[in-house]
Structure formats: structure tokens, C-alpha cells
């Protein structure tokens, strides 16, 4: 049986829980009860007014979506910030690092924090600047077979009518977990964005990505901006990837900029949008879909799309004419250009992390290897060999 200090405990406990919760819901009736009038009583006044401005149609709606951020670290953390002082309806975090003294060269964490999962701390400061945000933790890797399993369910059934999550966004920083989100984009149709900030801290980008209608991660290799730094300097034992809360803070800034764009329908949202620190140099581009993308999932969405009615855009016809009705000479132009289909274009001061294998003389060794019907052990005697 209970003794009378453990049920003293008990009640206090209990007592301390219920005024949590009351304090809770009477911030939450406050917030309920806001019109969307611009008043000085009304904490949301100067969001509010992007409405009254002619720039979004209703800013209330923000209230309705739920957006994924992956990964709480520089960028991650201050996107979920962001979004939480802007009034997102869920957030969910997704995340399986501590908080460490490290982490204190960027915004967001406090060194008290310090021991914490990541997903948790960030959740004990998001609910204190906006508890009205319905913020879900998820503290797991999302890379591991089991993980994964449960990181798609999540995605597929956590919005706040049980459907899909509106937007993921993708604030990792390892090429592991950026495919790992491609994959479940790509198999289950969702738009997200992919974000990154570069080991030297002077550069980073955002890149939007709608399944079959744009580029996916595994469709080029992924762009980086350049950086005019020899990364053969950074890239050694015992050198850390460097860290700048000014480069994190500015592609978050991009980030949550282009969500709000995204989810509010107003201006226009970036397909890839690019920082250089050394030079202030914003590289913007669009990158369309590879048709011999290595996802299958891609190539089945890209299938899709092309099956979407297209909106018709009204050209005035008009009759072409010869510059020269006589060609005494016989001369006539012939487009001998190459095709340039599946090959990506890419912006002054982008380049590509790496290259692609040419996919013709893969298919082409794979067929040879295959009609000589030679054995991998055979193979593997002949290298021996050489």
C-alpha cells in the first residue's frame, strides 16, 4: 500500500500536470478567439496584415498545414523557429542527435540544453514561443530499414486531418539521409525542399522539388555552389566541418520564405536558389526531371505528369515569310547541335558535387557481359589475372 508522503506526491504531481494543461488551454483559447483583424491586442497583428496588403489572401490559413523539418541542426532548428512564430498548424521534427556544447556556435540552442535529444529541446522552446503549434518529435534515424518504414508513415498520416504532411523539408547534412527523403517524396508523391550549407560555412542553397514535374535528388548530382576555397584544405583529419549562425540563419530565411510562399500561393516560388558568402552571389535556376532517372519511383511520377492536362496558353499565329524569297545559292541551315535532353544545365557560380557514369556504355557493358554469359567467378579469375 501507499504510504501518505507517496500519495502527497501522487496529488502534487497531478495538481502541477493540471495547471500545465490549464495554462495550455487558456493560451490556446486567447489564440482561438484573435480575428484576423490588424489590432494592437492581436499578437498576429503584423502577420495579419500581409492580408490587408494585397499579399496573401488570407494568412490564416497557415493554421491548416503541416510541414516536416528533417533534421534540427543549424538550419533545421531555425526553419522550425520560423515556422513556429509564423503559426503553422503541426510541425513535425524529425531528428536523432543530442544538443551539444558545439551547437552553441549557431541560433537556437542554449547551453542548458546541452545532453538533450535535439527533437526535444527543440520542442521545449517551440512550445513556449507559440504553444498553439501542435509540434510532434520523432527521435530516430531515418536512414535504417526499420526507420524508414516508420519515417513514411509518418509523412503519409500526420497532417491534421490524417492525410499527407503538406511540405517536408529537408535540412540533413549527409547525402544518406537526402536520398533517404527522395525515396519516400519520390514513392508516396511529396513536394518537399532540399537544403544544405557547405563543410567551409560560406555557402548553401535551397532547391524545390515536385516529384515528375521537377528534378529530384537522385536525378543529377546535387549542386553546390562555389565557393572559389580549395576543399582539399578542409577535407582532412582532424578539420570539422565549419559552422556560421549568419549562413544557417540566411538559408533558413530562404527556406521558410519560399514555404510561405508555397502554402500561402503568393510571388513566386524558387526551383534552386543559391548563396555565396565570399562574393554575395544568389545563383537561381530550373531543373527538369532525367527521364533515366535511377529511382523508379521518379520515372513513374515523371510518367504521370506528362499524362497531366496542360494549362492553354493562347499564342497568336502568325505567318512566317522567307527573309529571301530567292536562294540562288541553295543554302539552307540544318540544326546539328546535340541533344541536350537529359543533360543539366546548370548557373554561372553552380557546379556539380560529382559525375554521372554514362548511362549508353553502362547499358552497353551490361549487354556484353550478359551475352558472353560469362560467370562472376569467371570474371573475377580474369582480374586476377591481368
Given amino acids: 500500500m501507499s504510504t501518505v508522503k507517496e500519495l502527497q506526491d501522487k ?18 483559447k486567447k489564440i482561438d478567439e484573435m480575428s484576423s483583424e490588424v489590432v494592437d491586442s492581436n499578437p498576429y497583428s503584423r502577420l495579419m496584415a500581409l492580408k490587408r496588403m494585397g499579399i496573401v489572401n488570407n494568412y490564416e490559413k497557415i493554421r491548416d498545414y503541416t510541414v516536416a523539418v528533417v533534421g534540427i541542426g543549424g538550419v533545421g532548428s531555425v526553419t522550425a523557429e520560423m515556422l ?42 517551440l512550445r513556449n514561443i507559440n504553444p498553439d503549434v501542435d509540434i510532434h518529435t520523432y527521435n530516430y534515424n531515418i536512414t535504417t530499414v526499420e526507420n524508414f518504414d516508420k519515417f513514411t508513415e509518418v509523412l503519409r498520416s500526420s497532417n491534421l486531418t490524417g492525410g ?17 527523403i527522395n525515396t519516400a517524396c519520390n514513392e508516396f508523391n511529396l513536394t518537399w525542399f532540399e537544403s544544405g550549407v557547405s563543410e567551409n560555412a560560406v555557402s548553401g542553397h535551397i532547391q524545390f522539388i515536385i516529384p515528375g514535374e521537377t528534378a529530384c535528388f537522385a536525378c543529377a548530382p546535387p549542386l553546390i555552389v562555389a565557393s572559389n576555397i580549395d576543399e582539399k584544405t578542409l577535407k582532412r583529419d ?21 514555404t510561405l510562399k508555397y502554402l500561402l500561393q503568393f510571388g513566386q516560388v524558387t526551383n534552386y536558389l543559391g548563396y555565396s558568402a565570399l562574393t554575395d552571389f544568389f545563383p537561381t535556376m530550373t531543373l527538369k526531371p532525367n527521364p533515366s532517372c535511377d ?11 506528362a499524362l497531366k492536362p496542360k494549362p492553354e496558353i493562347a499564342v497568336e499565329a502568325k505567318e512566317e515569310k522567307p527573309i529571301h524569297d530567292d536562294n540562288e545559292w541553295g543554302i539552307s541551315l540544318v540544326d546539328e547541335s546535340e541533344d541536350t535532353k537529359e543533360q543539366v544545365t546548370i548557373s554561372e557560380g553552380v557546379q556539380l558535387a560529382y559525375t554521372l557514369p ?3 556504355a553502362v547499358e552497353e557493358c551490361e549487354e556484353a557481359t550478359a551475352d558472353a554469359d560469362v560467370s ?3 570474371l573475377m579469375a580474369q582480374m586476377k589475372a591481368i
Avoid at 11 to 28: F, G, M, P, T, Y
Avoid at 98 to 125: C, I, W, Y
Avoid at 238 to 257: D, E, K, R, Y
Fill in 376 to 378: 562472376l567467378d569467371e
Fill in 84 to 125: 513556429t512564430r509564423c503559426g503553422i498548424g503541426r510541425l513535425i521534427l524529425f531528428d536523432y542527435d543530442k544538443v551539444e556544447l558545439a551547437n552553441m556556435n549557431r541560433l537556437f540552442f542554449q547551453p542548458h540544453q546541452s545532453g538533450l535529444s535535439k527533437v526535444d529541446a527543440a520542442a521545449e522552446t
Fill in 164 to 180: 499527407p504532411v503538406d511540405l517536408v523539408l529537408s535540412c540533413v547534412d549527409n547525402f544518406e539521409a537526402r536520398f533517404a
Fill in 238 to 258: 582532424g578539420v570539422c566541418a565549419a559552422s556560421l549562425p549568419t549562413t544557417m540563419g540566411i538559408v533558413a530565411g530562404f527556406l521558410v520564405q519560399n
Fill in 358 to 360: 554514362n548511362q549508353t
Fill in 11 to 28: 496529488i502534487k504531481e497531478l495538481e502541477e500536470k493540471l495547471e500545465k494543461i490549464s495554462q495550455k488551454n487558456v493560451a490556446r
Fill in 295 to 305: 529511382d523508379s519511383n521518379c520515372r513513374l511520377r515523371q510518367k504521370e505528369f
